[in-house]
């Protein structure tokens, strides 16, 4: 059941939901499915954070295909039909010393609860966090609560640096800042250059390859990886893996294969939901 539902920007959203045995063993970095109906898809989604004393976790959600958006329409009191998890390894952490963690739109949701373990053992932990625009930006607040320095960027210069996170992290570099380690999370493009990056300036980096995942078990494949030149399976392998040798031009091509099909579904699903909003129609349905 979904305790609450609110939305923190433009098409994105944060649910508690009722799920006590995920949210007893749910560690940093591992992510549920949920299905919301018998004729639902499965999605990944990462767990942001558990609350075991009361069987919580918290999710959020950005619209973008038809069963984000379906469960975006979900409030307070409505059932989710599956919640299966926690999935996937935990982040690997250890006290690395200053840890630089990076991400791009949403995925500061995935990033938040690495980040908050991160510091938990002793780290440094700086962030950039990217966004569109201002008013696309999530989590500022958590992120500065724990992080020992918080940089914004956007891409249209409406908040922080006007840019992207990797200027960001450039500046930082060239003003003296040094990092033992890096974790990225966000778009796969955004990942690839981050990646590049890093390597660059020597820093090693984890990638976090949520946004890739489908079924979530290792049995579509639809999350295949390769990573220095072998394949793994991102839901039951990682989601992390070394950046500095991900195949993210496979990762870009695979993602694109989906598209046609999601587009489709997503065109279907608004086109029903608007019917169902529209006052004449529904007067016609009920012999009006």
């Known amino acids: ?6 939305v923190l920007a433009e098409n994105i959203h944060e649910y508690w939901v009722e799920a006590p045995l995920v949210a007893r063993k749910y560690r940093a970095g591992q992510f549920v499915i949920i299905r919301l109906n018998d004729y639902g898809e499965r999605i990944p989604l990462t767990v942001v954070e ?60 995935p990033l938040l609860p690495i980040v908050k373990a991160a510091a ?41 640096l006007k840019g992207l996170v990797t200027d960001a992290l ?12 890096a974790i990225i999370v966000g778009p796969v493009m955004m990942m690839q250059a981050a990646a590049e990056v890093t ?34 399976f991102a839901c039951v392998d990682g989601p992390e893996f070394d950046a500095h040798g991900v195949d993210f031009r496979e990762l870009q091509l695979r993602n694109q294969a989906y598209r046609p099909f999601e587009k489709n579904a997503t065109d279907l699903f608004s086109d029903h939901k608007c019917k169902l909003d529209d006052p004449e129609l529904q007067a016609k349905s009920h012999g009006r």
């Open 199 to 232: 390597k660059e300036l020597g820093i090693p980096a984890m990638a976090s390859l949520n946004p890739i995942m489908v079924d979530g078990t290792g049995m579509c494949g639809g999350c295949r990886v390769t990573v220095y030149g072998k394949t793994y």
């Open 120 to 160: 938990g053992i002793g780290n440094a932990v700086y962030a950039v966090i990217g966004s569109r625009s201002k008013n696309l930006m999530i989590l500022e607040d958590e992120f500065r609560a724990v992080c020992k320095d918080v940089r914004v960027a956007t891409d249209d210069g409406t908040y922080g």
């Open 50 to 109: 558990a609350d075991p004393a009361l069987g919580r976790i918290r999710l959020i959600v950005q619209e973008a295909g038809k069963s984000t958006k379906e469960m975006s329409l979900l409030q307070s009191g409505d059932s989710i039909l599956d919640v299966v998890g926690p999935l996937g390894k935990p982040t690997h952490l250890e006290n690395w010393g200053n840890l630089i963690a990076i991400c791009g739109g949403v995925g500061a949701a």
């Open 1 to 6: 059941m979904i305790h609450s539902h609110k």
């Open 170 to 181: 450039k500046a930082w570099v060239r003003e003296g800042q040094s990092f033992q380690q």
